[in-house]
Nanobody, 125 residues
Framework: QVQLVESGGGLVQAGDSLRLSCSAS????????TGWFRQAPGKEREFVAA????????TYADSVKSRFTISRDNTKNTLSLQMNSLKTEDTAVYYC??????????????????WGQGTQVTVSS
């Protein structure tokens, strides 16, 4: 069982940077793949980035590649998303998530069974 709580959202201007954090509870956090998803108003929740249980492998949506960096610290049970060069189209509620089964790694929303409550990121022009 994993519980997730995001923080770090806010209102920024285009071109700015923002760092999202996700704090996880549960002694087995380091055995779950984790990821970030986002949902803009009127749109479906979409994949942003994922990282393996060990942190050795990452993958990104094309729209954020080279601008966003996902990382995790298993000693602190935390997941992070560093967002640089933000664009207005990055505006959304951002969710951290953990896979339903241990040692999984996926870009598919259906593979994730644990979700945080979300944090709002608004990028103004």
């Amino acid at each position: 069982q994993v519980q997730l709580v995001e923080s770090g959202g806010g209102l920024v201007q285009a071109g700015d940077s923002l760092r999202l954090s996700c704090s996880a509870s549960g002694r087995t956090f380091n055995t779950y793949g984790t990821g970030w998803f986002r949902q803009a108003p009127g749109k479906e929740r979409e994949f942003v980035a994922a990282i393996t249980w060990s942190g050795s492998t990452t993958t990104y949506a094309d729209s954020v590649k080279s601008r966003f960096t996902i990382s995790r610290d298993n000693t602190k049970n935390t997941l992070s998303l560093q967002m640089n060069s933000l664009k207005t189209e990055d505006t959304a509620v951002y969710y951290c998530a953990a896979t339903s089964i241990t040692y999984a790694f996926s870009v598919r929303r259906e593979a994730y069974g644990y979700w945080g409550q979300g944090t709002q990121v608004t990028v103004s022009s």
